[in-house]
């Protein structure tokens, strides 16, 4: 695709709920990258694919946090019994390679928890 | 201490003003990335640095390794400048540590 696309824009959950966010990164690129940004503030990473393998997860806050990356390009990142604090914005981007290159964000999924 | 600072944290500026950005670091990194962010939209890339000075149309970067530091300028700002601005360094690894960002107002 010309971008990298996040579904859905917006995704409003009752606390305990079970939501899953999708990332279709830029057609080729091999890294994958999801950050949380809290309101107000930077973004935090989250994990890091290289192709279908999840090199890195050191920045799920917890194990209700599940990403995977199974064919190398479109990426999902699941939490289970969603609590209020995971409300926030979940951005994926994209690079031919690595960090060491220009990444493409996309739009970002919003999250609130009720 | 934040591994990455940014300050200003709110910049307003007037039309036409030249505005200044800066980012400082406490790690040894390998790249630096100037990032911008619109209300409601997603981030842009604006500049990859791992040396030197980049320039792109009325916005210059600029790093200095040695000090640690970086500083985005845009020359002549223009409303539409208005945005968060960003920046984030790749120390080890593939993890980006971003800055809390810049929230910068240009008024006509």
């Known amino acids: 695709g010309a971008g990298v696309s996040q579904s859905p824009r917006y995704k409003v959950a009752k606390r305990g709920q079970d939501v899953a966010l999708r990332c279709d990164p830029i057609?080729?690129?091999?890294?994958l990258f999801w950050y949380q940004q809290a309101l107000g503030q930077g973004p935090e990473f989250l994990t890091y694919?290289?192709?279908?393998?999840?090199?890195?997860k050191s920045g799920l806050p917890s194990d209700r946090f599940f990403a995977e990356r199974p064919e190398g390009s479109v990426s999902t990142l699941k939490i289970q019994r969603t609590q209020q604090e995971d409300s926030a914005v979940y951005l994926c981007?994209?690079?031919?390679?690595?960090?060491?290159?220009?990444?493409?964000f996309g739009s970002g999924t919003q999250l609130s928890v009720l | 201490k934040n591994e990455v600072e940014q300050s200003p944290q709110n910049l307003t500026a007037q039309e036409g003003e030249f505005i200044t950005i800066n980012c400082s670091y406490s790690?040894?990194?390998?790249?630096l990335h100037w990032l911008q962010q619109h209300p409601g939209g997603g981030i842009v890339s604006l500049f990859m640095?791992?040396?030197g000075k980049k320039k792109h149309g009325r916005l210059i970067a600029t790093i200095n390794i040695q000090e640690k530091h970086s500083s985005l300028h845009i020359t002549a700002s223009h409303p539409r400048d208005s945005a968060v601005y960003i920046c984030?360094?790749?120390?080890?690894?593939?993890?980006?540590?971003f800055g809390g960002g810049t929230r910068v107002l240009v008024k006509p």
């Open positions: 694919f290289q192709n279908e393998a999840q090199l890195d």
């Open positions: 640095l791992s040396s």
């Open positions: 984030a360094v790749k120390a080890a690894g593939n993890k980006l540590t």
């Open positions: 057609s080729g690129h091999v890294s």
């Open positions: 981007a994209s690079s031919l390679l690595g960090v060491g290159e220009k990444l493409f």
């Open positions: 790690v040894g990194i390998s790249a």
